[in-house]
């Protein structure tokens, strides 16, 4: 049977997927969270996080490059508000925690040392004033949309995007919520989670799945582009044989349609997620 637990307040939350093209294939940069964190300690992730009150503020209509309405349905969103607060929580995320900044800003800027005054408490808002940042809305493109399961102790309504790395920047950890980075061919990545190597979530698995079947980000932003974000909303479902993770249109799953390719259930087996016939 599905899991019962009674809904938490669900958060809205912007992740980034990172690409680059490196050699004769495509990397993409994946985070190792704390592992004393709350939410996926030990687990590598794409660099994201929890949409923040002034990431909706007046103040970014004039630090963004189109207007909210042209954002918003960039983004798949419909409410403009919530639109403006998942790109600017998406360029704040990854500057914070990758050290990359998906925007313009003023000539001679040190980013390394703009992202460190982040660090020490700074707002975004009043960084992007210093450095006259100006987001870029086109350097985002919507792939997917996942909802936490009930049973999460911390849940969230998680978009999640992709950004090719800015010609010149880098990217690092934090050193604060994450403690070690690496880019990693997504097929390899998954091969280092089924060995025990590193630790993944459902939907990191499924991307890097994805993004497996491409060799150049303009393939991966073409496919994204073709079709509209899948809503996908996972359902633990418990049974006699144990558990799995149940995605739309399976069986078990209270969503007939599917919503993504392949396999419609997910199990956890010897450390990582695989998935299940």
Known sequence: MSDGAPSKPIKDASTVIVLREAGD???????????????MGGAHVFPGGKVDPNDKGASWHARV????????ARLAETNTEVGLGLLVAAVRETFEEAGVLLADTAEGIDLPATRQRLHDGASFSELAGDIDMQIDS????????????????????TRFYIAVLPEGQSASHDGKETTSAVWLRPAGAIEDMRAGRIKLAPPTVRTLGWLAQFDD????????????????????????DGWFLALPGDPEHSEDEPVLPGATRMVFDNGAWRDAP
Request: net charge positive.
């Open 138 to 157: 086109m350097a985002l493109t919507p792939y997917a949309r996942w909802i936490t399961p009930k049973m999460e102790s911390h849940r969230f309504d």
């Open 217 to 240: 980000a303009k393939s991966v932003i073409a496919d994204a582009l073709s079709r509209k974000p899948p809503l996908v909303r996972p359902q633990i479902v418990t049974g006699n």
């Open 65 to 72: 490059d189109r207007t909210t309405e042209e954002i918003t």
């Open 25 to 39: 294939g495509l990397e993409t940069f994946l985070l190792c969270r704390h592992h004393q964190s709350g939410f």
